[in-house]
Every structure is written in structure tokens, then in C-alpha cells.
């Protein structure tokens, strides 16, 4: 059992079922409805208490009722929430519409909260911690707590999530040991991930990075070397929320846990195809699966 703090983002997601997106000004009715924690790092955070590590989230907090209702779902999913901050504004909200036919859906999100700021980010205790990870929001902020991590570590890894291009967020990249990019970073300038994970490598040979690409598996780069799992054919996807988190989580537990980077790749790859094959996060790490 390791002890991480993911820094980032929780929100209440609202989710509705449906059968299929509904047209523009049409009325109907959902299959199923549920509220519950969400947001990458709270997520992330989750699924790394199901794998058996001891996991506290760095969050700002709205100081409102939804606060309350979302730190006790919090706390009830086994996350220390001790290092979040309570801050004046409205809970962070997504709108999650989630088809049935296709297991896509479609977010809407609210934020009327300032994010977690590097004085906010208490710095005792942090050398007690075997990994750190952060979710790639709020660029002004990101180097100086990742400085702060870097400053209060041995050896400990810092892993980021770069999930979509955000301006300014390329100064935080030197200061990871871990680089988890997705398609939608990768995108905008590279149409071929092998081209990008290519690039990457010869940027920080040192640094493990990944890169996911939906129906196309994931590769990682690490000294020199390139590894790439494929997805397993016929898969029936049921769900994609949440499926970065996941393997983000995968990924983060066996490297955390010991294993090779290449069977890291692996394992993560698989956890995220589990994921996709479910509704919803619960029961991800099985023990027939670890």
C-alpha cells in the first residue's frame, strides 16, 4: 500500500441515462438518474483507494451545503480530504448526458470557484507520501505546487495528467517524472500517435510518458524505448465516463506498486477496458484482476 496525494479537481456530477442524445428542443425521459462525486483527480482518487492505497485529494471546496454533501461522498469512497480547502463560491457541477446505445455521453460543466492556489497547499507532511500526481488545470498555479512536491520529495515520483491543451500548462512538464497525455492533447499538432510518443521520447528520453488513443490502445515511452498495447477487439463499450481516470489510476498503482513500465502500460490498458465494459467506477480492482 503506497500513500499518493492527487491534487486537481472534485465535482458533483448529475448523470441521466437516456437511450440515445436527444435532438435539440425535444422532451423526454431519462432511463435512470444518480449525483456523485466526479471530476479527474477525485475520480482518479477513487479507483486508487480500490486498488488498496491510502489516498488524500488537494481540492478547493465550495463553503456551501453541495460542499458538505461533496466531501462526505468523498469521505465515504475511503479519500482523506483533509488537505482540501473550503472556499466561497458554488460546487463545481457536470451534467453528464449518458446514451445507452453507444455508452458515449456528453458533459456539461460548471465552475464558479477559484481553483486550489500553491499558499492553500499545506506543505507538511508531504514527504510522507510515495507518489504525487496532479491533474493539468490552472497552469499559473501547477509548477509552484509541483515545485513544492519536488522540494519535499527523495525520490518520490510526480506524475501530471495533460488531458487537453491549456495555455501556459507547458511549464509544468519539465518538473514531472510521469507524463499522461491523452488524443485530445496530442491531437491538435500530431495525427499519428506513434509520430507524437516519437517526439515526446526525444524531448524527456528520461521521463516515462504515455499516450492513450481510444479504439487504437496506448503506448509509452520510456529511455529510448516505445511500447504500445493494443485494444482488445469486440470490445462493447457501456460507459466512457471516467475512462481516462481510470487508466491514469491503472497506470499509477502498478508503477507505485513495483511493475515494469511496459506491464504498467498493460495493466492500465486493461483496468480502462474493464471500465468502458461497466457503468459506473465501482469494483474496478477485483482481485482476479490484480
Not at 526525444?202 to 511500447?227: K, N
Amino acid at each position: 500500500m503506497a500513500r499518493i496525494l492527487i491534487t486537481g479537481i472534485a465535482t458533483l456530477d448529475h448523470t441521466l441515462d437516456v437511450a440515445d442524445f436527444p435532438a435539440e428542443d425535444s422532451e423526454g425521459r431519462a432511463l435512470g438518474a444518480s449525483t456523485q462525486p466526479g471530476g479527474n483527480a477525485a475520480n482518479t482518487a477513487y479507483l486508487l483507494v480500490q486498488a488498496g492505497h491510502r489516498v488524500d485529494l488537494a481540492a478547493t471546496v465550495a463553503a456551501e451545503s453541495a460542499g458538505d454533501t461533496l466531501l462526505d461522498a468523498l469521505r465515504a469512497r475511503g479519500i482523506g480530504v483533509d488537505r482540501c480547502v473550503r472556499q466561497p463560491g458554488q460546487t463545481p457541477t457536470s451534467f453528464i448526458l449518458r446514451a445507452r446505445r453507444t455508452g458515449s455521453r456528453t458533459i456539461v460543466h460548471h465552475r464558479d470557484l477559484p481553483e486550489l492556489e500553491p499558499a492553500q497547499w499545506r506543505p507538511e507532511g508531504l514527504g510522507e507520501y510515495d507518489w504525487f500526481h496532479f491533474e493539468g488545470r490552472h497552469p499559473g498555479a501547477l509548477p509552484d505546487l509541483m515545485q513544492a512536491a519536488r522540494h519535499a520529495a527523495v525520490d518520490q515520483p510526480l506524475s501530471l495528467e495533460l488531458e487537453k491543451p491549456r495555455e501556459g500548462l507547458l511549464t509544468a512538464l519539465p518538473l514531472a517524472d510521469v507524463l499522461l497525455f491523452s488524443r485530445a492533447w496530442a491531437e491538435p499538432d500530431f495525427a499519428d500517435p506513434e509520430a507524437f510518443i516519437a517526439a515526446a521520447a526525444r524531448q524527456r528520453p528520461e521521463a516515462i510518458q504515455t499516450l492513450t488513443w481510444g479504439r487504437r490502445g496506448a503506448w509509452l515511452a520510456h529511455r529510448g524505448q516505445v511500447f504500445h498495447c493494443a485494444a482488445q477487439p469486440g470490445l462493447v463499450v457501456q460507459d466512457s465516463l471516467g475512462a481516462g481516470d481510470t487508466f491514469n489510476a491503472g497506470l499509477i498503482d502498478a508503477l507505485v506498486s513495483g511493475e515494469w513500465p511496459e506491464r504498467a502500460l498493460t495493466r492500465a490498458v486493461r483496468l480502462a477496458e474493464r471500465k468502458l465494459g461497466q457503468v459506473g467506477l465501482q469494483d474496478l480492482f477485483r482481485p482476479e484482476h490484480r
